[in-house]
């Protein structure tokens, strides 16, 4: 490259660095956005808070068997604590289960009638229903949900047995509050691989079709300008202010919740350009040929959507079943994600993440160059 | 004929680097010296072009001198974009042939770029640019220094919006910006779609300006597509009236006003309710009369015989006249004369 085409990238990248930096939203949304992300659900899963369920008692009492002292309402005031509620009529218990390694956790029980309860259930406001049979107590609840499964057991534990379930002193429980298997660790790497993604994809896609759209690409390559210098400076500032974006996360999540890159530095740095050479190729095929903002909408979403959902971002993808796993673990975002997250927390080097550098690097290069291929400039 | 092509290519080469050095005194005879062979810069030979539905260029050929100023003058939707825009080189011509430069666009783009500028007919440049960031931006494509910027904003008179945004320019700035994009160059061909469309008159003024002192400063040719007559009249020293991808007719505005036999129009609005079309039939010229409108116009050659002989007419048959106005023809009288509609219809 000699020195006057050095010298047109630099202006078109300086240009396209001032018309990002002067976009007041740009900040907000790059560096503010993620942060405030991270800083709430960082908070909303990382704290123990007191977990506190509400359970529906359907009395049968009134269907004439007329059994006032039933097994269930003995529990209830045996380990309840009665509240009679503002309307008088139904009666409210609060079960508590002290616990400091797991958190406490607050079990409200109130009468209701069966439709009342149903409803509460299929709202989410209820997770258990509990009603009485021949002496015996029965719980409903839907058994695909682990959360009213986990009330079940406790509350059965505790009627049952007479007993607390998981006693404080137990001391088979260890809590593991280590740096790198706290919840915090698992979202930033995710945090940071999706900003990577939804920076590029939208920054260089939109940056693209805008440009396309007011005829300016046009305008521009009706001069001796170099095609590649336009796209190449426009993929050097994205990545760049990617890196801004990403190091201002870390530093904010370093500072509060303590996060350590406990592997390779120089690695996290290859798999964050892998990341980005992915996304700007993919970026650039997608946006190659229209020039409606509302095309361009629709496509970007229909790559970035479902990566978004099954990438592991927030929770992990090993709850999908079996069979679309070894899938969920070729997408680029996944492995974007995968990839930092196994050196900041499991302290992996070059040799761990070299296959999604390959990879990564490679969808870049081939989708670059397909989209350079059929990339209509006028 | 190669000689001859060579010769006057030289003078070119000669004559544009003499313009970078300021040196522009020992080029003058030279120029002199090769002006009568001078060949075309851009040739148009039958070209045609077809979009799904619509004919839209059908056979056109021009060829444009260096330092001529040309119109493409027709109403909208005559084909005047689709054909500047496939000398731009941003069309493919379905048949036929352009040249610019004596060069086909195939495989001499970069050279071709370099000798053209161009202004699209509504470009959009970055809006949180400043004017001065944005020619220099343009000027690092060209390899041109921040001196030529500042002559750019000089000569579109912008200086004091050299720090403003794109976004806060007003309509007739952002067109003169445009022009300012595509003379950085000094290109030896100007290519502008419409370049005053949507502007107000004090604004086209202002860029009329910019494009009558670059005439007389250089030896640009300039290809102009306009629907205003008025723009083809004050800039261009020939006149292509386009209509339905076709030219119909083409000269000097001497020319194409004085080629009809009938190129003075008098107009006229009778007090009178009673008359009708019928009634000037047996005039020595033409007559076109409105009965709803009362208004009508006679189309004649000599003013000073034919007007008194419309006057006299008017008080045989008892018309009472309530307005009567006399002109030159005008290229619109022209374009209706051939085709029955307006420029600006």
């Known amino acids: ?76 005031s045996r380990f309840g604590e009665k509240n009679i509620s503002d309307e008088g009529d139904f009666a409210e218990y609060k079960i508590s289960i002290p616990n400091e390694k797991l958190g406490n956790t607050i079990f409200l029980l109130q009468e209701m009638t069966w439709d009342e309860a149903m409803t509460g259930l299929k709202r989410g406001s209820v997770n258990l229903i509990i009603t009485e049979q021949d002496h015996h107590i029965l719980y409903h609840f839907d058994p695909a949900n682990p959360d009213a499964q986990l009330s079940y057991l406790k509350l059965s534990y505790l009627f049952d047995k007479d007993t607390l379930p998981l006693s404080n002193t137990s001391e088979y429980i260890a809590p593991l509050e280590v740096q790198g298997t706290r919840y915090i660790d698992f979202l930033i790497p ?58 201002l996360l870390f530093l904010f999540a370093w500072w509060v919740f303590d996060i350590q890159i406990q592997g390779s530095i120089p690695a996290v740095i290859a798999i964050f350009i892998a990341g980005n050479v992915a996304f700007a190729g993919i970026a650039i095929f997608i946006s190659s040929r229209t020039a409606k903002t509302e095309i361009g909408n629709g496509l970007i979403n229909v790559v970035v959507f479902p990566m978004m959902l099954l990438s592991g971002i927030f929770f992990s993808y090993h709850n999908f079943p079996e069979s679309v796993i070894p899938y969920i673990q070729k997408m680029p975002l996944t492995m974007v994600a995968d990839g930092i997250r196994s050196i900041f927390i499991e302290g992996a080097g070059f040799a761990q993440v070299s296959v999604p550098l390959i990879v990564l690097t490679s969808i870049g290069v081939v989708f670059f160059t397909a989209g350079l291929k059929m990339f209509k400039w006028y | 004929m190669i000689e001859h092509f060579n010769y006057s290519y030289a003078y070119y080469e000669y004559y544009y680097t003499n313009k970078y050095l300021g040196n522009g005194v020992s080029s003058q005879t030279l120029i002199r010296s090769f002006t009568m062979e001078q060949n075309p810069v851009v040739e148009v030979k039958n070209v045609h072009k077809s979009f799904k539905s619509v004919h839209a260029v059908k056979g056109v050929n021009l060829s444009i001198l260096p330092g001529h100023f040309i119109a493409l003058l027709g109403p909208n939707g005559a084909g005047k974009t689709t054909l500047v825009e496939m000398i731009e080189g941003i069309q493919k011509p379905d048949r036929g042939e352009i040249l610019l430069l004596g060069k086909k666009w195939s495989g001499n783009e970069e050279e071709i770029h370099r000798n053209i500028g161009i202004s699209l007919q509504e470009t959009r440049f970055v809006d949180k640019l400043t004017v001065g960031e944005t020619l220099k931006l343009f000027a690092s494509f060209y390899r041109l220094n921040n001196s030529r910027v500042t002559e750019i904003i000089e000569l579109i008179e912008l200086e004091e919006k050299r720090k403003a945004y794109v976004q806060n320019l007003s309509g007739g700035q952002r067109q003169r910006l445009a022009l300012g994009i595509a003379l950085l160059n000094k290109p030896r061909i100007l290519l502008l779609d419409e370049p005053t469309t949507g502007l107000d008159p004090n604004a086209r003024r202002e860029v009329w300006a910019i494009l009558k002192k670059l005439k007389e400063e250089s030896k640009t040719s300039m290809i102009l597509t306009t629907h205003y007559m008025e723009e083809a009249e004050q800039l261009c020293d020939y006149i292509i009236i386009i209509d339905k991808g076709r030219i119909i007719r083409e000269g000097t505005l001497d020319q194409l006003l004085n080629h009809e036999i009938n190129h003075k129009t008098i107009e006229f609005t009778l007090e009178t309710t009673t008359a009708t079309a019928e009634l000037f039939i047996p005039c020595n010229f033409e007559i076109k009369y409105d009965d709803l409108s009362g208004k009508g116009s006679a189309y004649i050659n000599n003013m000073e015989t034919e007007l008194p002989e419309l006057l006299s007419y008017f008080r045989k048959k008892d018309l009472t006249l309530k307005n009567l106005e006399c002109r030159k023809n005008t290229l619109d009288d022209l374009f209706t004369s051939l085709t029955g509609r307006h420029l600006n219809e």
Do not use: C, H
């Open chain 1, 1 to 76: 490259m000699n020195r006057f085409s050095q010298y047109q990238l630099f202006q078109l990248t300086l240009a396209y660095f001032k018309e990002i930096v002067r976009e007041p939203g740009v900040l907000f949304w790059g560096i503010i956005f993620p942060i405030l992300m991270s800083l709430g659900l960082g908070i909303a899963f990382t704290k123990k808070a007191d977990t506190e369920r509400n359970i529906a008692v359907v009395s049968v009492q009134d269907e004439g068997t007329a059994e006032t002292n039933s097994g269930l309402s003995r529990a209830l």
């Open chain 1, 190 to 247: 995710g945090l940071i691989a999706m900003g990577i993604m939804m920076s590029t994809m939208w920054g260089i896609s939109y940056g693209i079709i805008e440009k396309r759209s007011k005829k300016l690409l046009r305008r521009m390559v009706a001069t001796p300008m170099k095609k590649s210098n336009f796209l190449i400076g426009m993929i050097t500032v994205r990545i760049g202010m990617n890196f801004i974006e990403s190091v």
